[in-house]
């Protein structure tokens, strides 16, 4: 949920598992009239819901990456991987998830 969004009249979202708290943290600074947290807060992510979307192998093989990654998991084995995922791809994702945090 962008401010743009919330200042256009939307009252909601269902955000991803990979960046829902700091979406819910972008509603709640609107709610409270705190534009400029709530810009703060989605700074945060912008780039990496760009860097997201493509086609939904792309996806749901890098979201997946980032949530076990902010989760602090890992998969023994990745089977079938739809579109695996390039080293500068996981550098992405490796800087993203220590930037934005643990879930």
């Known amino acids: 949920m962008t401010p743009e969004l919330l200042r256009a009249g939307a009252v909601g979202i269902i955000p991803g598992a990979e960046s829902f708290?700091?979406?819910?943290g972008v509603?709640?600074?609107?709610?409270?009239?705190?534009e400029a947290e709530a810009e703060t807060i989605y700074g945060e992510i912008e780039s990496l819901l760009v860097f997201l979307e493509g086609p939904i192998n792309y996806f749901v093989t890098h979201y997946r990456e980032l949530i076990l990654r902010r989760l602090g998991l890992t998969l023994p084995v990745q089977h079938q991987i739809p579109s695996p995922i390039s080293p500068f791809g996981i550098k992405i994702i490796e800087r993203v998830a220590k930037k934005i945090g643990p879930l």
Do not use: E, G, I, T
Not at 21 to 24: A, G, K, P, T, Y
Not at 27 to 34: E, L, V
């Open 21 to 24: 708290d700091r979406l819910v």
């Open 27 to 34: 509603f709640n600074a609107m709610q409270a009239n705190d």
